[in-house]
Nanobody
């Protein structure tokens, strides 16, 4: 069992930056991947970035490539999403996610391939 607590969401101007944090607790040694998804009303939840916890290998969606970066701090059991050059279309609820040793490919974009979820944080990008 893994618990994920998100922080750092809020309002930011277009072109600005924002950093989201996701602190993990519980049986974190069983976690292989951590990721950030986002979702807007009426749309499917989409994978934004993912990281292999042990190796640090990352996946980045084309829509945010060159602007978003995922990283982790092993000592703090925390994963971060650094968002730069934000655009209005980045407005969404952002969810932190972790798996349970499923050994799925890092590029597996299905939300169902993850087992644990944060509460979701609103990110709003204004013009």
């Amino acid at each position: 069992q893994v618990q994920l607590v998100e922080s750092g969401g809020g309002l930011v101007q277009a072109g600005g930056s924002l950093r989201l944090s996701c602190a993990a607790s519980g049986r974190t040694l069983s976690t292989c991947r951590l990721a950030w998804f986002r979702q807007t009303p009426g749309q499917e939840r989409e994978l934004v970035v993912a990281i292999r916890w042990n190796s640090g290998s990352t996946y980045v969606a084309n829509s945010v490539k060159g602007r978003f970066t995922i990283s982790r701090d092993n000592a703090k059991n925390t994963v971060y999403l650094e968002m730069n050059n934000l655009k209005p279309e980045d407005t969404a609820v952002y969810y932190c996610a972790a798996d349970g040793l499923k050994y799925s490919p890092l590029a597996d974009t299905r939300p169902t391939s993850y087992d644990y979820w944060g509460q979701g944080m609103q990110v709003t990008v204004s013009l």
